[in-house]
């Protein structure tokens, strides 16, 4: 049996489910649908509504699937052991690399993981290692030192590739310009005003970008929004109520009884309740 025997399954099984994963990923980006056993509140909808979750208005799903495809494709295209191996295990390494970039970002800027982006870091990890494993069988004379630069070529390409592609979002969640709200003009007040009166409530999470981006919509008149924290850890945390009135998406407005998902400009709001313009 030849040491490399494994690597055929290994391939075929991890990149299929990593297709596959990556496309039901893709899919609930687009429909902003809630993966399975991501409750709300979870880290999964702060890392799903984060700016990471595109590069260049891409999906990162969508690169997995393109990442997973390609590795699949080149292992089944017939070419020499050599040439295979190598394509192989510049892509491999290339999505070890990423995944863990996207892992970093997870845990020490997002700060929240999605157990969704840590499988697939797991099924690349595994395609990478197995990958190095087969090596003396696929391509033994390729000595160490030339795997040793290409590898870090490849890494530095891709984590400088990524880091300047996202460097603005990076700056921006380390910036804490959601903390902040502005100064609030009349139509914010009024509105702000008119809403806390008429019994509207904004359930979200102080980890969601686009409750921080609602908030800012309002500015300081925001303090007059009766607002419901569902994440556990935040302030004031009322998850039962959250759970109790079916809030699955951050934020969701409640206004006469309706439910309205996602950061709303000021102007819908405002045909919404009904509000006019006037103090």
């Known amino acids: 049996m030849n040491k490399g025997s494994y690597l055929k399954p290994v391939i075929l099984t991890l ?14 980006h687009f429909t902003e649908s809630r993966a399975a056993f991501c409750a709300a509140g979870s880290d999964c909808d702060t890392v799903r509504q984060s700016g990471f979750s595109t590069i260049m208005g891409i999906p990162v799903a969508a690169t997995g699937v393109a990442g997973y495809s390609v590795i699949l494709i080149v ?26 970039y996207l892992t970093y970002i997870e845990l020490f800027v997002i700060k929240a993981t999605c157990m969704y982006c840590i499988f697939s870091a797991v099924l690349m990890t595994i395609i990478f290692i197995a990958l190095l494993k087969a090596k003396s069988e696929y391509h033994p004379k390729l000595s160490a030192s030339y ?14 590739g ?9 700056g921006a969640a380390n910036s804490h310009t959601y903390d902040t709200l502005g100064p609030a003009d009349s139509f914010q007040t009024g509105l702000a005003m008119y809403m806390a009166d008429h019994g509207a ?24 929004i ?11 945390a009322n998850p039962s109520l959250c759970f ?22 000021l102007e819908q709001l405002s045909r919404i309740t009904g509000y006019d313009g006037s103090l």
């Open 147 to 160: 795997i040793g630069v290409l590898s870090l070529a490849v890494a530095a390409t891709v984590i400088l």
């Open 75 to 100: 292992f089944l295209i017939g070419m020499k052991k050599r040439t295979k191996w190598l394509l192989l295990y510049i892509l491999a390494l290339a999505g070890f690399v990423f995944s863990a």
């Open 244 to 265: 109790a009135k079916g809030v699955m998406n951050y934020p969701t407005w409640e206004i006469d009884g309706k439910f309205y998902e996602g950061a709303m400009p």
């Open 162 to 170: 990524a880091a300047l592609v996202q460097a603005e979002k990076t």
């Open 226 to 236: 009766k607002y419901v924290e569902c994440s556990p850890k935040g302030e004031n």
């Open 15 to 28: 990149s299929a489910l990593g297709i596959i994963l990556s496309l039901y990923l893709t899919y609930m």
């Open 201 to 224: 409530v904004m359930y979200g999470s102080y980890k969601c970008p686009h409750c921080n981006q609602q908030k800012q919509m309002f500015g300081e008149a925001f303090r007059y």
